[in-house]
């Protein structure tokens, strides 16, 4: 700490105390701007850079800024991460001086301004596209998050192949008001299937505006057309989506990656017994390699029979996320004078007596009725993966966090 500090009183200017201006407004944050200007010039080796703009206007103390960021990071820079209204990227992205970025993340945030159509398609063609594909041969990891009102279907027909995209991330609203034309995403992806292993899909809100009409979710749309090329979702080894509109499509869409997945999140669905079984054969064929490695799927029931088909068909699971049905949990947990105990149920009474001490599953999470992955737990999912945690020694976290920082309210065990 005490070296930092002499750091920066050797290197900057730093404001001593508040000042006014003439009119007794403050100007400490235009201090503030300026010191941190010039702390970025001194900065020549940062690798990972992220910039957040919220509802200000581009001013010159803004644009000298980002002008002196671009200058220090240009070599050494290999993720850039930039969160904007999309009326602002024109100022955020008017230059490109990263000629070795690796990782890029752009998150359009919510509109302070309705833009017209024509404005829109301007800055996603004329300004965003030209920024992007100026990276196309050094881009490995693509994240685009969008909550802006904007349709984007005109942005990836001008995005060029990314010969290197091996990361693919994608958090967008899908309905019409936001993505008119899925195809357009469609001919992006099939453009970059050569190298594309890593695919996440994922659902993001954002408003309409008031002159739209309501909108109809597209989903189904895409999914279908996903569905009908293979080659986009081929030798993937990590898959990240919401279900398909029919168990038979989804079951489809897994099996053209299922000798190669490692990592598979599927959301928005909760499986049968039956159904499970029928997706768990699709990994029989997994005898070269370790396997899949990290699962997240829903479940409509639970039972030891659930634990037990995992476990024999998925040998080398690491990682099992377990969404439960509303009444899942219910059946399995009841509250007795305020306090959790595990019902008599068929499961926890012949889970009890199970054991499987050859499983080397070291994460379990249970999240009930909500496929948010957070790594939060009420009482209820904790008294359930702790007692799923005694048939596996081997767990060593609930969510991803070390068993001996969760806390939780312990149950009392049959």
């Known amino acids: ?207 309409v505006s008031e002159l739209a009409d309501a909108p109809t979710c597209i989903w189904s749309q895409f999914s279908r057309a996903l569905l009908s090329d293979p080659r986009v979702l081929t030798d993937l080894t990590i898959l990240k989506i919401p279900a398909f509109e029919s168990f038979e499509e989804t079951l489809a869409c897994i099996n053209y990656s299922a000798h190669t997945l490692r990592t598979l999140h599927l959301v928005d669905y909760f499986f049968g017994e039956d159904e499970l079984l029928a997706f768990v054969q699709l990994f029989a064929r997994r005898n070269l390699d370790s396997g899949l490695r990290t699962l997240y799927i829903g479940l409509s029931t639970l039972t030891v029979s659930t634990i037990d088909l995992l476990a024999r068909r998925l040998p080398a699971l690491d990682s099992l996320g377990l969404v439960l049905a509303e009444y899942v949990a219910s059946e399995i947990m009841i509250m007795q004078h305020n306090v959790l105990v595990l019902q008599a149920s068929p499961f926890c009474m012949s889970l009890a007596a199970h054991s499987f001490p050859e499983w080397g599953l070291a994460n379990i999470g249970i999240w009930s009725k909500r496929f948010i992955e957070t790594p939060y737990s009420t009482p209820e999912e904790t008294a359930i993966m702790l007692h799923i945690a005694r048939c596996f020694p081997s767990i060593r976290s609930f969510k991803a966090l070390p068993r001996s920082t969760s806390a939780f309210i312990c149950p009392a065990f049959p």
Do not use: C
Request: hydrophobic share 40%; glycine share 2%.
């Open 1 to 207: 700490m005490a070296t930092s500090k002499r750091w920066l009183n050797r290197h900057l200017r730093l404001p001593s105390r508040l000042s006014h201006g003439a009119k007794g407004n403050t100007t400490y944050a235009e201090d503030i701007m300026e010191a941190m200007t010039e702390a970025l010039s001194l900065m020549s080796q940062v690798t990972e850079y992220t910039f957040e703009w919220r509802d200000l206007s581009p001013n010159q103390r803004t644009l000298r800024l980002l002008s002196t960021a671009r200058s220090a990071f240009g070599i050494s820079l290999r993720k850039l991460t930039l969160n904007a209204q999309l009326e602002n990227f024109r100022a955020l992205v008017s230059t490109v001086e990263f000629e070795n970025l690796e990782d890029l993340e752009l998150y359009f945030d919510h509109d302070n301004i309705d833009l017209d159509v024509e404005e829109t398609l301007q800055i996603l063609q004329n300004t965003i596209a030209p920024f992007m594909n100026h990276f196309r041969r050094t881009i490995s990891s693509l994240f685009i998050f969008s909550a802006s009102k904007a349709d984007l279907s005109s942005l990836f027909p001008a995005l060029d192949k990314f010969p290197r995209l091996y990361n693919l991330i994608f958090h967008l609203p899908w309905d019409s008001a936001h993505l008119s034309e899925p195809d357009a995403l469609i001919g992006f992806l099939r453009r970059n299937t050569e190298m594309l292993r890593s695919i996440e899909l994922g659902k993001s809100y954002a408003a």
